[in-house]
């Protein structure tokens, strides 16, 4: 008997162990059949036939005869499923873990570089120098900022009490106590020969967002102009008082800038801050 195309060996075996059983082929033929040749003589290979028989019943008894090559061929696949996961895991720790040495060979080579380019600097030597105060003028700073003019504003904590105000009027309070105050200072201290007031921006509120607008009780440039007219009489009030120079030096801030287009670069030198400066100065 041959072997037909595509039939797996294991039921090519059944078929012929059946045909020897049911008288259809030899012992001689039988074993032929299944391993090229006839190895033994017709007894010892009846009882090799008793043993074969026996051995398939079993088989299919097991159902083991299913395992034919497909399902190895399906068992194989699934293990090449499972080694490339387990290939792929170990490539992303591989991939992550060399990230992370990247990442702080980087940072050693950062400092090291900064470290490098420090040892090349000169040294640096400190001369002591002795100063003649008797010619030097006493100037005083005072610093304001924050105004957020034309404005009315009260902002609250998350337990509803109230934080801050801003408005004209609280402003205008707050701008004369701080004159007492500075009074007050400088004849219990000492004698400023001349004061330099910054004023470090935000003075009115102006339109940096559409949300403004409903805070606005007046106009930007209204605000502007309304501003710069308090403080120019609160400086000349300071210099009254104190009896000294008076410098004034503005900052814009970013409320004071005039974005006038909606999109694209935002032109800092357009500010109100320079109006602001230029009307008190």
Same mark, same amino acid.
């Given at each position: $008997? ?9 039921? @090519? ?38 043993? @074969? ?144 007031? @910054? ?10 967002? $559409? ?67 230029? @009307?008190?100065?």
């Amino acid at each position: $008997m041959k072997r037909n195309n595509g039939e797996n060996f294991l039921p @090519f075996c059944e078929r012929v162990t059946n045909a020897l059983v049911n008288g259809e082929i030899t012992y001689s033929d039988w074993c032929s059949s299944i391993i090229g040749e006839p190895l033994y003589g017709d007894e010892n290979l009846r009882r090799c036939g008793v043993f @074969f028989k026996k051995f398939l019943e079993v088989l299919d008894k097991e159902e083991l005869k299913e395992l034919n090559d497909s399902q190895r061929i399906r068992a194989i696949e699934q293990a090449k499923e499972e080694l490339l996961k387990e290939r792929k895991k170990l490539q992303t720790v591989n991939t992550e873990y060399t990230a992370n040495l990247r990442g702080e060979a980087r940072f050693e080579m950062f400092n090291e570089r900064i470290r490098e380019e420090i040892s090349k600097l000169p040294e640096i030597k400190f001369t002591h120098i002795c100063h003649d105060r008797s010619k030097d003028d006493c100037v005083g700073i005072l610093c304001i900022a924050d105004a957020h003019y034309g404005t009315e504003i009260e902002i609250k904590s998350l337990f509803d009490e109230v934080v801050n105000v801003y408005s004209p009027d609280i402003l205008k309070a707050r701008l004369n106590k701080l004159l007492d105050e500075v009074d007050n200072d400088n004849i219990s201290y000492v004698h400023y020969d001349k004061l330099v007031v @910054f004023d470090l921006g935000d003075a009115i509120q102006g339109m940096l967002r $559409m949300s403004d607008l409903s805070k606005l009780k007046t106009g930007v440039i209204e605000s502007t102009l309304g501003y710069a007219e308090m403080i120019s009489q609160w400086l000349v009030e300071l210099s009254n008082r104190l009896q000294i120079p008076i410098e004034y030096i503005c900052l814009g801030g970013n409320h004071a800038e005039l974005r006038l287009l909606e999109k694209g670069r935002n032109w800092e030198e357009e500010n109100l801050g320079r109006v602001i400066r230029e @009307f008190i100065v």
